[in-house]
């Protein structure tokens, strides 16, 4: 079975760190890129920072500076190292990583919450 599955998330404080974690498995050749994603209730599901297979990151202008993507391509394995977190990053974070030029694999989430 090929799948996605993120683990890493909790609640914090404000100001605290988190580091997310996201291993694809299963009968995958190569993974061209991948992403973390987030959906905060009521709100559509936003990029959060994406990795190419080269390594070249790109992220959103809300977490520049405070959020570092970073891959293992051994291990199939994607991460976000979480800094600085706001309130306002309360949200399910998603992996996502291209097995394909037409497939693209999910995870079902985790839950992130920065509250005081």
């Known amino acids: 079975q090929v799948q996605v599955v993120e683990s890493g998330g909790g609640l914090v404080q404000p100001g605290e760190s988190l580091r997310l974690s996201c291993v694809a498995s299963g009968n995958i050749g190569g993974i061209n890129a991948m992403g973390w994603y987030r959906q905060a209730p009521g709100k559509q599901r936003e990029l959060v920072a994406t990795?190419?297979?080269?390594?070249?990151?790109n992220y959103a202008d809300s977490v520049k500076g405070r959020f570092t993507i970073s891959r293992d391509s051994a291990k199939n394995t994607l991460y976000l190292q979480m800094n600085s977190l706001r309130p306002e990053d309360t949200a399910v974070y998603y992996c996502n990583a291209d097995i394909s030029p037409i497939v693209t694999l999910w995870g079902r989430g985790t839950q992130v919450t920065v509250s005081s």
């Open positions: 990795i190419a297979s080269s390594g070249r990151p």
